[in-house]
């Protein structure tokens, strides 16, 4: 499985901004999907999931409100739509997949990675 992530920038606090995951090769193994980010000097953190059968997701509390993941099963990709964007959230966010269905906050739980995108929050 490949991970193409897309969509980063640079954007001011209160910005939207939306990234794109697609996934290619043996997507049948993409059963949940995830966005984690990583900050410099910080460990990689889980952001938001979902699951490809019915659609349940899960957030991290920081996003809860302000973040919506969603996918499209027929192109394979998955979106984070981030809204009221803080500097807190600069970092590399990066896609994950894996074909356990159960969802994770864990990193050690997705066996796909895509390259990750940088976004930028100026305040």
């Known amino acids: 499985v490949q991970l193409q992530a897309s969509g980063g920038g640079l954007v001011q606090a209160g910005d939207s901004l939306k990234l794109s995951c697609a996934a290619s090769g043996r997507t049948s193994s993409t059963y949940k999907m995830a966005w984690f980010r ?4 910080k460990e990689r953190e889980f952001v938001a999931a979902i699951n490809r059968i019915f659609s349940n997701t899960l957030y991290a509390d920081s996003v809860k409100g302000r973040f919506t993941i969603s996918r499209d099963n ?3 990709t998955v979106y984070l739509q981030m809204n009221s964007l803080e500097p807190e959230d600069t970092a590399v966010y990066y896609c994950a997949a894996d074909s356990n269905i159960r969802l994770s906050t864990l990193v050690a739980e997705y066996d796909y ?3 990750g ?3 930028t929050v100026s305040s």
């Open 38 to 41: 990583q900050a410099p000097g």
């Open 113 to 115: 990675w895509g390259q």
């Open 74 to 76: 027929a192109q394979n």
């Open 117 to 119: 995108t940088q976004v």
